[in-house]
């Protein structure tokens, strides 16, 4: 326990340092598959690696390129649009301040009508710095996840011999580089389809947002590929925001709904029937661990712990089901239900082993 405490402290103070590390790791197992079929047909493992970190690098910049020009204008007209959006939600507005007007007169007679004492107010930073900080510790880090990226699949298969060659039994290499490429494999295919999954729920609100003529419908639609990075919380959000902003472009509230209600039916259909289908019954998780677990990890680095998340729950499944003292483990992060039968069989096996 004391040596877990000292693990999540040390991560949470080293988050900037850690974090990138950890998603230039996640981004060379994504990547590796496709560089080692390259390098099968005659392409070397530098050049593969050079060219996949290039295009990914490419496709980062062609979105915030795409959308950093509407971001910077919807920034501005912020004030303006949550005027707009109390002037149409006024009803719901007084009722809610009427409520608060009441919860501050019976918190005055609790107090026996002495007033709060006055707050002192810290000043924060400005905008300007702020945002200069952001962009800085951003471009950093998504440089060091380049970089890593680069360097880890122009190495090919070096770091698995070096793995091998560590171990100094012949059962503990084999266990380890069957462990080491289960990994490999089953975190590339989750975080390729779930990409590829975001894609596609990304062009669909896009377009349905385009039909219903939302102004700039395809920064929507980038945000609705991000925001799913996120389980549950990502598809919350992206309704909320959308809803938002619809009620201030159109006039008609009953109209402005229908961007978010159609946004969440889109997820919902992503959620429970695309995901399911095309992800497969094991790499399915079960729903409460990852819960938990987007939860803790958001708990402790923010939207960026949300979005590593469940490819770590997913790196920590395969390392349990290849661990036998760890398969109690890997089972209960399973989506896989036992059945009643196999539970008796099981409890039988047990007994005439003891």
Request: hydrophobic letters at 55%.
């Amino acid at each position: 326990m004391l040596v877990l405490i000292s693990l999540f402290v040390t991560a949470y103070f080293a988050k900037d340092l850690i974090l990138p590390i950890l998603l230039g790791f996640l981004l060379a197992l994504t990547l590796s598959p496709v560089s080692r079929g390259l390098f099968r047909i005659g392409v070397p493992h530098v050049a593969s690696a050079i060219v996949l970190v290039v295009a990914t690098a490419l496709v980062i910049l062609s979105i915030v390129l795409l959308s950093a020009g509407t971001v910077a204008l919807w920034s501005d007209e912020i004030p303006q649009m949550g005027n707009e959006i109390k002037q149409k939600l006024a009803g719901v507005s007084q009722a809610v301040e009427n409520m608060r007007s009441a919860s501050e007169e019976v918190e005055k007679i609790g107090n026996g009508g002495v007033q709060d004492p006055k707050e002192v107010v810290v000043r924060q930073p400005g905008l300007l710095d702020t945002a200069m900080d952001t962009v800085s510790t951003t471009g950093a880090s998504l440089a060091v996840i380049l970089i890593l990226a680069l360097f880890l699949l122009s190495s090919g298969e070096m770091f698995y011999l070096k793995l091998v060659q560590s171990m100094p039994t012949l059962s503990g290499k084999k266990r380890a580089l069957q462990t080491v490429y289960d990994v490999e494999k089953r975190v590339s295919r989750y975080l390729l389809t779930i990409a590829s999954i975001n894609a596609g729920l990304g062009i669909c609100v896009g377009l349905y947002l385009t039909a219903l003529g939302m102004p700039s419908a395809y920064i929507w639609g980038v945000a609705a590929f991000m925001l799913n990075f996120l389980p549950y919380i990502g598809g919350f959000g992206g309704v909320l925001l959308v809803a938002g902003f619809s009620i201030v472009t159109f006039d008609s509230l009953g109209y402005a709904l229908l961007a978010p209600l159609g946004y969440l039916m889109l997820t919902m259909v992503e959620g429970q029937i695309v995901t399911p289908w095309l992800v497969g019954r094991r790499l399915e998780m079960n729903t409460v661990a990852v819960f938990l677990t987007v939860v803790f990890w958001g708990w402790l680095w923010g939207i960026a712990g949300a979005l590593v998340a469940v490819p770590f729950l997913v790196v920590f499944k395969v390392i349990c089901e290849n661990f036998e003292p760890l398969h109690t483990i890997g089972h209960f992060l399973s989506a896989e239900q036992v059945k009643p039968e196999d539970s008796r069989e099981q409890q039988r096996a047990g007994l005439a082993s003891e």
